[in-house]
């Protein structure tokens, strides 16, 4: 049975202190991952485009 088959009385209502703290996590998760890829950019931009030079 999928999820989106239970009647609207049986879903989870969120209250505002949890929606809160969903939104804020995922803010902390978007920013995570940004720094992540300026971190990557930035170790590549260092290194140069041999970086991108690879024998096959």
Do not use: H
């Not at 929606?19 to 290194?47: D, M, N, P, W, Y």
């Amino acid at each position: 049975m999928d999820s989106n088959d239970k009647p609207a009385g049986d879903r989870i209502v969120l209250t505002e202190a949890q929606k809160k703290r969903r939104r804020e996590r995922s803010i902390a998760i978007a920013c995570a991952l940004g720094v992540l890829v300026l971190l990557f950019f930035a170790v590549t931009f260092i290194k140069g485009p041999g970086v991108l030079v690879r024998p096959v």
